[in-house]
């Protein structure tokens, strides 16, 4: 075993993204990466450039504006696949390329429908294509955990010998037990790491063994630290442990986890846990899925204490129940209540202890939006300011400009809204009818735009904070012509919020219509 620093390896851009109905905006995988970056995170996996030439481009505009942290691409061993990975991270500063095939017997009959010679071959060929254009280059077997060892180890030992650094040995379906893992690593470890470390030159560095574990049978967590306990040295993971089906194991439990039993593990990580509890808030608003109450870290209550007697314990001697620090995790209680009276000063300290450090010009915009919010809303929580933060860097060009909305109706009239939108210098004024006033305000838009075959296709609606003054969050997603938009809005009017996130998303869509055009006319 090298040395104690285990590499946290962030995979929400890529594998969280893959949980149903989470899928992001360019400009919010923008801010989530440098949200990654300034919290430490050591790999950002940014995409799977292969998957669509969007998806290429957005890994390689996040790779662009990242410095701190590697950015890694996904590819299949596949030649096209490495040659799109290579465009989009080729130019980061800290490249890597992860390339994965699966090993298991189940996934080599049925699904690549090859034999072991030819997975090895695949390997062989795969990685050392990557290795031929990037000096770091993860191997990844997919479904390990039921492949067999024996064969695992020869897979393994051909990706070391034809250049890669990393091995992931992931538990693709959350299959395994920890007992199981500890067994799988510790081999790995002995029979093919350690042996070809010991050939090693110090310019060449170490070969380290990486773990990616989700979550289906809630074992993620546990199984990943059993790995980092027999030698594993990355941990690959998502923010409020998104990703596919019940997702990856959690980042900040990962985290938090090798810090608070750092007597037992005897790891570190280079993450700012006072910045988990903004990201977790960042990534659960941006994708929309939220985060349960009770969830360890970054749940509404995991540091809440309701019965009397731990009350009573936690009033003598915090650490009767707490085994961590709130604020450790970025969970500050603020001491002023924002409102109409706070000023820009007030406004930034708590920004910055909510771990959003921005410039001038940014402050300036979010001020002026807090401004107008607590001219409606007496007291602004943290999640108000969260997503005055969020909304400021999601604009996009405005085709249409959303200038009114009046809608009435009651339990014995029909529905009806109204709305004027200005676009292409004019303003357009239309009612329409609905089975309910957000959807009176929507059809009133629809027909106002000439957006009849916009498709809704998916519509939800939050409460931002408790109480009845909580502003409303929508989030929607349409889609025309199979180009797919997303829009945000937060007001304490729910209808309002639900007519500017649908205006938002149009714009989202007129935008990215433009942009296919102009790629088609090569500007
Ligand atoms: O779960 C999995 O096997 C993966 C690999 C592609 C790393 O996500
Ligand atoms: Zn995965």
């Known amino acids: 075993m090298t040395d104690n620093h285990v590499r946290i390896f962030d995979t929400t851009l890529r594998d969280g993204e893959q949980s149903p109905g989470a899928t992001m905006t360019l400009d919010e995988k923008l801010l989530i990466a440098k949200k990654l ?3 430490g995170v050591d790999i950002i996996e940014a995409g799977f450039p292969a998957a669509s030439p969007g998806e290429l481009e957005s890994v390689r505009e996040i790779a662009s504006i990242i410095d701190d942290s590697e950015v890694a691409g996904l590819c299949r061993t596949r030649e096209p696949d490495i040659e799109a990975g290579w465009k989009a991270v080729g130019a980061a500063k800290q490249p890597r390329l992860h390339v994965f095939i699966a090993t298991s017997k189940l996934h080599m009959e049925s ?3 090859m034999a072991p010679d030819q997975v090895l071959e695949e390997v062989r060929r795969g990685v050392a294509q990557c290795a031929s254009l990037c000096s770091s280059v993860e191997f990844s077997a997919e479904d390990a955990t039921r492949t067999e060892l024996s064969f695992l180890k020869e897979v393994f030992a051909c990706a070391i010998d034809n250049g890669a650094r990393v091995l992931n040995i992931p538990d693709t379906v959350g299959y395994t ?6 067994r799988m690593v510790t081999e790995i470890m002995r029979d093919v790491v350690e042996p070809a470390n010991a050939k090693r030159t110090p310019e060449q560095g170490d070969v ?5 574990c989700h979550n289906d049978l809630g074992l993620a967590v546990a199984n990943s630290l059993a790995a980092v306990a027999a030698g594993a040295r990355q941990v690959e993971c998502c923010m409020n442990g998104i990703g596919e089906r019940a997702g990856n194991a959690a980042l900040e439990e990962i985290v938090m986890a090798l810090r608070t039993r750092r007597d037992l593990l005897g790891c570190e990580t280079r993450i700012d846990t006072r910045q988990i509890m903004a ?4 990534i659960s608003q941006t994708t929309g899925l939220h985060v349960q109450a009770s969830k360890p870290i970054v749940g509404r209550n995991a540091f809440a204490h309701e019965s009397g007697i731990h009350q009573h314990g936690m009033l003598k001697d915090r650490r009767t129940y707490e085994i961590m620090l709130p604020e450790d995790v970025g969970l500050t209680e603020s001491k002023i209540v924002l409102g109409k009276h706070s000023g820009r000063a007030a406004l930034q300290k708590r920004l910055e202890e909510l771990g959003y450090s921005m410039g001038r010009a940014q402050l300036d915009a979010v001020f002026e939006k807090f401004k107008r919010l607590a001219d409606k809303k007496k007291n602004i929580y943290d999640e108000d300011l969260t997503t005055l933060v969020a909304d400021d860097v999601f604009d996009v060009p405005a085709r249409f400009e959303l200038l009114d909305v009046a809608f009435s ?27 309910g006033p957000v959807n009176a305000v929507i059809n009133a838009l629809k ?7 916009v498709t809704m296709e998916d519509y939800r609606i939050d409460a931002l904070s408790g109480g009845s003054d909580a502003q409303g969050s929508v989030r929607l997603s349409i889609s025309e012509g199979g180009i797919i938009a997303h829009g945000r809005a937060t007001h304490i009017d729910v209808v309002m919020a639900s007519a500017q996130a649908f ?20 500007i």
């Not at 037990?177 to 500890?182: A, S």
């Not at 027909?447 to 075959?453: D, F, I, L, P, V």
């Not at 149009?506 to 790629?519: I, M, P, T, V």
Request: charged share 30%; hydrophobic share 25%.
């Open 503 to 522: 205006v938002a998303a149009l714009n989202h869509l007129a935008y990215q219509d433009e942009l296919s055009k102009r790629r088609a006319s090569g």
């Open 279 to 282: 990201a977790s808030r960042l």
């Open 447 to 453: 027909q106002c735009t000439g957006s009849e075959g």
């Open 111 to 113: 699904k690549l429908k």
């Open 208 to 212: 380290i063994v990486s773990t990616h």
């Open 409 to 435: 109706g009651g339990s014995s009239d029909e529905p009806r809204g109204t709305v004027k939108v200005r676009f292409d210098d004019t303003e357009h004024t239309c009612e329409a009818g609905g089975n």
């Open 37 to 39: 970056e300034d919290m």
């Open 177 to 182: 037990m920890p007992q199981e893992y500890t």
